[in-house]
């Protein structure tokens, strides 16, 4: 027997005769985030909050629809909305609770984790009995309540007749593993508190349950690329007094507006005084820094940071993502400028030792990338930087100070 695959069409003729095609994800969906287990119809999380030192935003994985999408088993009409939702610490700091809002987010109604009547229930779901027989819509399960939650403490939500746990919680079963909620605010529950027991170590993460999808600025991210000399890459070599630029891309933002901030530095960890620092607006989510001329030798780390916006969350890289070096200076071998010549050959050197790669510049772009063996043509007076390496794959990132050495060199032509 044939199948047909029926997607967009089926689903406008499901639209065209009165009836509404309701989306599900599969198991088979390869999840974004895996913060979450497989829980329902879900492999993993549907949304990711993300905590940094910046701010708080959220990110979702299409892939992931609601985990309770059984609408005859969890007795809904319409569209399904519970969402299971990961939460990162990437801050410097423990976190303790997340206060959240966004439309109907806590108006749980008992088709939480444990009781989702759609699919996979996560290990730790039980009753206060102890079974693990879970998985039905209104049902007693829920995990155990964390260290931190109050004694006698009766989750908003719950069920009427769920029976409490040995401390006297009782349970709604939305909770993650080591969360715990308070604080919900009355009809239509559009904000509330998400608690942490224990709280959330930096690096962290962990998983609940709410009805709805919560509502913070959406996660962003920066794309950067350098340009140097006639050359781009994360690790540039470059000639003393070259001009280097950094170009930088909002990545998964929605039409962001807002600037993006450049800063250089000389140091190991970006701290101090920055070489070069200077704001840009966005054009079309993406900002090209003012060129800034490297002074010197030593190494030179980006890091570039996005303002954010209303709906746009900020974001900032790591130090170091792009670095450009400049070697110190000495002699690799190239010959004496005492009369004019059209053309030269040298044997390039790293104080004792012979070079194996290098890289050649002419009139600050670079020409081409060779061996210890360069050969030069002379057409006019042209100013020759060569930076030689010791090593045959000398130009890659933390290449040691002592392999490289650079010297320059103008020329005329005979």
């Not at 079309?284 to 980006?302: E, F, K, M, N, Q």
């Not at 954010?308 to 400049?326: K, L, S």
Request: charge should be positive.
């Amino acid at each position: 027997m044939r199948q047909l695959t029926c997607v967009s069409a089926c689903a406008a003729l499901l639209t065209l005769f009165g009836w509404v095609a309701i989306p599900v994800a599969t198991a088979t969906a390869a999840p974004r985030f895996t913060e979450c287990p497989p829980v329902g119809t879900d492999t993993g999380c549907q949304y990711l909050v993300t905590v940094t030192d910046l701010g708080t935003s959220v990110a979702i994985d299409p892939s992931q629809l609601s985990y309770a999408s059984n609408l005859v088993a969890t007795h809904e009409s319409g569209s399904p909305t519970d969402a299971l939702v990961g939460v990162r610490n990437s801050s410097a700091e423990p976190l303790t609770q997340l206060a959240i809002s966004g439309p109907i987010t806590f108006e749980f109604d008992g088709d939480g984790i444990c009781n989702n009547a759609s699919g996979a229930v996560p290990s730790g779901c039980q009753t206060p009995s102890g079974s693990t027989a879970c998985g039905a819509d209104d049902g007693p399960c829920s995990f155990p309540p964390p260290l931190g939650e109050p004694a006698g403490y009766t989750e908003f939500g719950a069920i009427k007749g769920t029976p409490p746990f040995a401390n006297g919680d009782v349970q709604n079963g939305y909770e993650g593993p080591t969360t715990w909620f308070s604080n919900v605010a009355r009809s239509p529950n559009s904000s509330g508190t998400v608690n942490f027991s224990p709280a959330l170590s930096p690096g962290a993460s962990t998983y609940f349950s709410l009805e709805a999808p919560p509502r913070f600025p959406g996660t962003t991210g920066i794309s950067t690329t350098q340009s140097a000399a006639g050359t781009s890459g994360t690790t540039l070599y470059v000639p003393s007094a070259a001009s280097v630029a950094s170009h930088a891309l909002v990545l998964d933002g929605r039409r962001p507006t807002g600037t993006m901030t450049f800063q250089l530095f000389r140091s190991q960890g970006c701290s101090g005084r920055a070489v070069a620092s200077a704001s840009r607006p966005l054009t079309a989510g993406a900002a090209i820094s003012s060129p800034v001329v490297l002074r010197g030798p030593g190494t030179y780390r980006w890091r570039v940071g996005y303002s954010g916006d209303r709906v746009n969350a900020p974001a900032i890289t790591a130090c170091g993502g792009d670095e450009v070096v400049v070697p110190k200076y000495g002699k690799v071998g190239l010959p004496s400028t005492r009369r004019c010549v059209s053309a030269f050959t040298a044997r390039l050197h790293v104080r004792r030792r012979a070079a194996k790669s290098s890289l050649v510049f002419v009139n600050g772009q670079l020409a081409g990338r060779f061996g210890g063996r360069i050969r030069i043509r002379v057409s006019r007076r042209v100013v020759i930087d060569v930076i030689a390496s010791s090593r045959g794959r000398g130009f890659r990132r933390d290449a040691p100070s002592s392999t490289l050495l650079q010297q320059v060199t103008t020329y005329r032509h005979c």
